[in-house]
């Protein structure tokens, strides 16, 4: 696999094709960092057939959305947008609906949308040469769907959009079959990555000058390596970790079932790996996670909670929730209430639920009143927010390592994370510190993020 950097992207060269040298595409991505990387793995397939970007999408000759279905409102967002090119097939234009509503919906995307030329699932992205090949032959109706594909993680080229952060797929799919998500249907069953392939991928990226690569998978801390050497999740970490130029290593997103000990004492032991774990709860009350069939309980994940809390050092938490399941009731949403002061996380990904297409939930019939979810999400923002001033305010006087990946100009301020993934704003003298890792005195905090000043 050819890695792609972000200079392509603006201008620098790529490998071309000589059936689409001129054309331009336009790719806009919805949905998870997943997609993100996705989409990654889309453009470089197209950079190298001899398509150049262009950030306009009227002035594209293929116009590509990467969808996410995972709530409802992300979908319509995508046919609104499908919308305005009903004259794209007479314009000569193309256009391409992939991903997760593509997998979906499949060939019924044509019958609502009958100017789309292109629908395709992520599991085919290994044969988007070939799908490429015969819309540009004049094929008017396109398809790469199907989930039953033992092999979707590797294409030829991938284009790199951050210059210093690199993600890397090491599972596809999830066999949790919650009752509520559609990943399972849109992503299929999981796939995990063998070890091999993944460590020199981490090794040719920090060949390439990247410091700090994200491990991804839908349920990432269920990786089992397929081949030899047999290595646990934890060991992979550590192994990538090992590679020399690479700084950190992250991972997201974790399932509380899968998550074991031997993860927090890997991250204890090794500076690179990141202090930040994203540990989705969907609910704190144990009858709601038995109807979404999470498979624990509140108790056992307070008591993954307690451990992570013990490690030596101080890893930040998050996590999802999900309010208005059907059936919740008042004492249920009390109990996510309650669990928000009893984890104190670092940050929260909140959510109204949304009944989804092909999950057992959605023929459910007591669902809750969309005025009565919007009431709980408002309450539980505020109380969230009311525990990250309060955290945040905690780092206050201390001393953080920022990635600096960006520069706010009119407030003239460098940005970054920390290896907790907190974002810093912070002033320095320096005149160029993208791509460095920049120490930073902590003077003020805020629910979502810290300000400081560079100190070395």
């Given at each position: 696999?050819v ?14 094709g000589?059936?689409?040298s001129?054309r ?14 996705d989409s990654e793995?889309?453009?470089g397939v197209?950079?190298?057939?001899g ?26 967002k995508?046919?609104a947008?499908?919308?305005k090119?009903?004259?794209?097939p007479e ?7 992939l ?5 979906q ?6 019958d609502?949308?009958p ?14 040469p070939e ?7 004049g ?5 790469g769907l199907?989930?039953?594909?033992d092999?979707?993680f ?11 952060r ?7 799919g ?8 559609v990943?399972?249907?849109?992503r299929?069953?999981e796939r ?5 392939p993944v ?11 990247y410091?700090?690569?994200q ?7 269920s990786?089992?390596d397929p ?12 192994a990538?970790?090992?590679?020399p ?21 890997a ?8 202090e930040?774990?994203h ?5 704190g ?6 109807r979404m069939?999470?498979?624990y309980?509140?108790?056992e994940?307070?008591?993954t ?9 101080p890893?930040?938490l ?5 309010v208005g ?8 949403f ?6 928000l002061?009893?984890?104190g ?7 109204k ?6 999950t057992?939930a959605?023929e ?7 005025a009565e ?7 539980l923002?505020?109380?969230?927010r ?5 955290r ?5 006087g ?5 990635l600096v990946?960006?520069r706010?100009?009119?407030?003239g301020?460098?940005?970054g994370?920390?290896s907790?993934n907190?974002?810093?704003n912070f002033?320095?003298?320096m005149p ?12 003020q905090?805020?629910?979502n ?6 100190t070395?």
């Amino acid at each position: 696999m050819v890695d792609i950097p972000l200079e392509s992207l603006t201008g620098g060269s790529a490998p071309a094709g000589p059936s689409s040298s001129g054309r331009t595409f336009y790719l806009e991505t919805f949905g998870c960092q997943m997609n993100v990387h996705d989409s990654e793995k889309v453009a470089g397939v197209l950079l190298a057939r001899g398509y150049r970007p262009t950030s306009d999408p009227d002035r594209a000759d293929l116009v590509l959305y990467n969808t996410c279905s995972i709530r409802e409102k992300a979908a319509q967002k995508v046919f609104a947008h499908l919308g305005k090119y009903k004259k794209a097939p007479e314009q000569g234009r193309a256009v391409a609906v992939l991903g997760c509503v593509a997998e979906q919906e499949g060939e019924r995307i044509f019958d609502r949308a009958p100017w789309v030329s292109l629908v395709c699932g992520s599991a085919s992205y290994r044969r988007l040469p070939e799908l490429l090949d015969r819309l540009e032959a004049g094929q008017r109706r396109v398809t790469g769907l199907g989930l039953d594909v033992d092999e979707t993680f590797e294409t030829e080229v991938t284009r790199r959009d951050h210059p210093f952060r690199a993600y890397v797929t090491i599972i596809e799919g999830c066999d949790k079959r919650c009752t509520f998500c559609v990943v399972p249907s849109t992503r299929g069953p999981e796939r995990s990555r063998a070890s091999g392939p993944v460590l020199a991928e981490v090794a040719r990226l920090a060949a390439a000058g990247y410091t700090e690569v994200q491990f991804l998978g839908q349920t990432v801390d269920s990786w089992r390596d397929p081949g030899p050497p047999g290595l646990r999740f934890s060991e992979l970490l550590l192994a990538a970790a090992a590679t020399p130029g690479i700084r950190r290593v992250r991972f997201t997103t974790s399932h509380p079932r899968d998550f074991g000990p031997d993860i927090v004492r890997a991250i204890d032991d090794c500076p690179v790996l990141c202090e930040h774990i994203h540990l989705p709860v969907q609910s704190g009350s144990t009858r709601v996670l038995e109807r979404m069939r999470r498979n624990y309980t509140r108790e056992e994940y307070l008591e993954t909670i307690a451990m992570i809390r013990s490690s030596r050092r101080p890893i930040s938490l998050t996590t999802d929730i999900i309010v208005g399941f059907p059936g919740e009731t008042e004492e249920d949403f009390a109990l996510t209430m309650d669990l928000l002061d009893r984890a104190g996380y670092d940050g929260v990904f909140a959510f109204k639920y949304s009944p989804r297409p092909n999950t057992p939930a959605l023929e459910w019939p007591d669902q809750i009143p969309e005025a009565e979810k919007s009431r709980r999400l408002a309450l539980l923002i505020d109380r969230q927010r009311q525990i990250q001033v309060e955290r945040n305010g905690k780092l206050v006087g201390s001393g953080v390592e920022v990635l600096v990946d960006g520069r706010h100009e009119a407030r003239g301020q460098w940005t970054g994370r920390t290896s907790g993934n907190r974002v810093v704003n912070f002033t320095s003298p320096m005149p160029d510190l993208l791509g460095q890792y920049a120490q930073v005195r902590i003077f003020q905090a805020g629910p979502n993020s810290l300000v400081g000043e560079h100190t070395r």
